[in-house]
């Protein structure tokens, strides 16, 4: 299984909402990532996990929350976003050790803030 | 500043030639470098990647080279496929392995 599996695929929400996206892998990857893609754009990188504890925050503003509850799960939650925060969020996960070099990707959520 | 970078936003190639996807990169101290391949409203997909300390490194139809003098990667991608379209990203790794990509080149191989 090299699976990284997001909900939900897409998402609209209000500038006044509270929601989460979710990513699961079963890899046994104790490194975990965040990444904001916009249009036309390359993925950014927004936190790293390491071991569940936030090793990386890529100067994110506060309306994002990230949170690590095991070694399988990342959940990122989302308050008071604006419209430019619209953007193809993708998790990814990798080994945080040994030879294997590649990190995989989920298929991201398409969020739409109105 | 730019870390990686990829100077090419675009490439067309005829099916069953060679696609050469181009990537330069800054940062002396990256060890391993990735390329991906993306279609659109997907995720990111492993291609091949190559350590700092080789200069090349083969699977099967993709072909990466390094050349740690000038700082540059590029991908050989031969025969061309008509598959093989989509948008290519050059990535560096980080100390805690987290990825920096390029901006991406959209490669579109004609049947």
């Known amino acids: 299984d090299t699976e990284v599996t997001q909900t939900p695929k897409h998402l609209v929400m209000g500038m006044t909402n509270k929601k989460s996206l979710k990513c699961e892998q079963h890899?046994?990857?104790?490194?975990m990532y965040w990444y904001k893609q916009k249009a036309k754009k390359p993925p950014e990188l927004m936190f790293v996990?390491?071991?569940?504890?936030?090793?990386i925050n890529e100067s994110v503003p506060s309306r994002f929350s990230p949170e690590c509850p095991n070694s399988s799960l990342l959940n990122l939650h989302l308050h008071a976003l604006q419209p430019e925060d619209s953007a193809l969020y993708l998790c990814?996960?990798?080994?945080?050790?040994?030879?294997?070099?590649?990190?995989?990707f989920g298929q991201g959520t398409r969020l739409t803030v109105v | 500043d730019q870390q990686v970078k990829q100077n090419s936003p675009s490439l067309s190639v005829q099916e069953g030639r060679i696609s050469i996807l181009n990537c330069d990169y800054t940062?002396?101290?990256?060890?391993?470098f990735l390329w991906y391949k993306k279609y659109p409203a997907e995720g990111p997909t492993f291609l091949i990647s190559?350590?700092?300390?080789?200069d090349k490194n083969e699977d099967g139809r993709f072909t990466v080279f390094l050349n740690k003098s000038a700082k540059h990667l590029s991908l050989h991608i031969v025969p061309s496929q008509p598959g093989d379209s989509a948008v290519y990203f050059c990535?560096?790794?980080?100390?805690?392995?987290?990825?920096?990509f390029g901006s991406g080149t959209q490669l579109t191989v004609l049947p």
């Open positions: 990814a996960s990798s080994q945080s050790t040994g030879r294997s070099t590649e990190a995989f």
């Open positions: 890899m046994g990857h104790r490194a």
């Open positions: 996990y390491s071991y569940e504890k936030l090793s």
């Open positions: 940062n002396s101290m990256f060890d391993y």
């Open positions: 190559i350590s700092s300390i080789k």
């Open positions: 990535a560096s790794r980080g100390s805690a392995r987290q990825l920096t």
